[in-house]
Nanobody
Framework: QVQLVESGGGLVQAGGSLRLSCAAL????????MGWFRQAPGKEREFVAA????????YYADSVRGRFTISRDNAKNTVLLQMNSLKFEDTAVYYC????WGSGSAKKPTDYEYWGQGTQVTVSS
């Protein structure tokens, strides 16, 4: 089992920045591809960003490319999502997820086996 715990969410003004962190507990995620998803009220969970096991490849949704950066520190079993130039429409619960079989390019929620509990990001306009 892989337990994922997100942190770093909060309230920020439009144009501001936040950094989300995802820590893997109990079992290392150093060989897993990792992803970030988000879900706004009344909407489906959507892909935000993903990273392969060694950080050599990253993938982004068009809506966040150039503003968000995903990275990982395998020594600390941590995946980060740096979010800059935040917009009102970025408001959502953000989830990290582990894909134990994939290469890091998966963009569907069903491709990921383990999920964190989510952290709320609210961007005020």
């Amino acid at each position: 089992q892989v337990q994922l715990v997100e942190s770093g969410g909060g309230l920020v003004q439009a144009g501001g920045s936040l950094r989300l962190s995802c820590a893997a507990l109990r079992r290392t995620n150093s060989r897993y591809a990792m992803g970030w998803f988000r879900q706004a009220p009344g909407k489906e969970r959507e892909f935000v960003a993903a990273i392969n096991w060694n950080g050599g490849s990253t993938y982004y949704a068009d809506s966040v490319r150039g503003r968000f950066t995903i990275s990982r520190d395998n020594a600390k079993n941590t995946v980060l999502l740096q979010m800059n130039s935040l917009k009102f429409e970025d408001t959502a619960v953000y989830y990290c997820a582990a894909d134990t079989w994939g290469s890091g390019s998966a963009k569907k929620p069903t491709d990921y086996e383990y999920w964190g509990q989510g952290t709320q990001v609210t961007v005020s306009s």
